[in-house]
């Protein structure tokens, strides 16, 4: 069996491209061997003041796996192109708030460039593609606007069916930054999936998850809703995938919580190892990843992934 040390030279040599590559094959990013399993991370980096890092290099990442450290075997801050499942609640207490977001969400997608892809989803009682992957901003566009606010919350249920989508939707060998960005104001009321099994299924994928959540307008909700279970799951599901929970006090906070998203999506490093632990036990690895020579900076990333079953 080949060494990890053996397996990323292989890789690295399979990654250079020729510099005569069509450009459109450069833009596409590296493309892996079926037989190599890499394990990828999107980072964001920011410092003290919360503003981005975009000058760090490879030599700066010290990436761990249960405690060992790990030889990387990709690094890229390049424009990785993005496929983004956009989410929106339109259950009917979001029908006053509807308009406002239906502007913020079709404001956001003009930041897709033309290698980007996203699907548009409403989800009340059930999970509704209103549009499939597409770069076609007036079709995206369109999809936005024909949301319309009715009947319950199936919080859950519309995440593990994105989820599933979004895994599903990925293309052996081609590496792009796959995100979820949802939209919500409020309990799940209708589920079937649990939020245990939504974590689950989060933790085993490649996709940041980023979540805004519109706080009760009203001084009694906001006193009702002081533990909120839709918190904790955005708080628990942000955290575990590298994504950002963010609970803006109000939807007039939409655009400016929408442009840090399409910020950092534009700002990740992708890097990746081969993992030293040859065994397939399919257990879960503790990832942690730190910049050694640089105070003060925030990483986040996905916390871990579970092993290759035997």
Known sequence: MKTPQ????????????PSHAPAQARQQGPIFGTGIEIINLSLSVTDARNNFVTDLVQRDF??????????LSLFTHENLPISMVLMIDTSASMEEKLKTAQDAAIR???TLRPQDLAQVVQFNERATPLQTFTNDLPLLEKAIRSTEASGPTALHNALYVALKDLTRDKKAAE??????????????????????QVLDL?????INIYTISLRPARAQDRARAAFSQA???FNA???????RAYFPSSIGELDSVYDRI???LRTLYSVGYISSNLRRDGKWRRIVVRVPEREGVQIRHKLGYYAPPG
Not at 7 to 17: E, K, M, N
Not at 178 to 195: H, P
């Open 6 to 17: 053996l397996i990323a030279l292989a890789l690295a040599a399979a990654l250079a491209l």
């Open 62 to 71: 010290a990436v761990f796996e249960d405690g060992i450290r790990q030889d």
């Open 108 to 110: 956001f997608t003009k």
């Open 175 to 196: 590496l792009r930054r796959r995100a979820i960005v949802m939209l919500s104001d409020g309990e799940d009321t209708a589920s079937l999936v649990t939020d245990d």
């Open 202 to 206: 989060a933790k085993k994928s490649e």
């Open 231 to 233: 918190e904790y799951l």
């Open 237 to 243: 599901l942000t955290r575990e995938t590298g994504g």
């Open 262 to 264: 399409a910020e950092e």
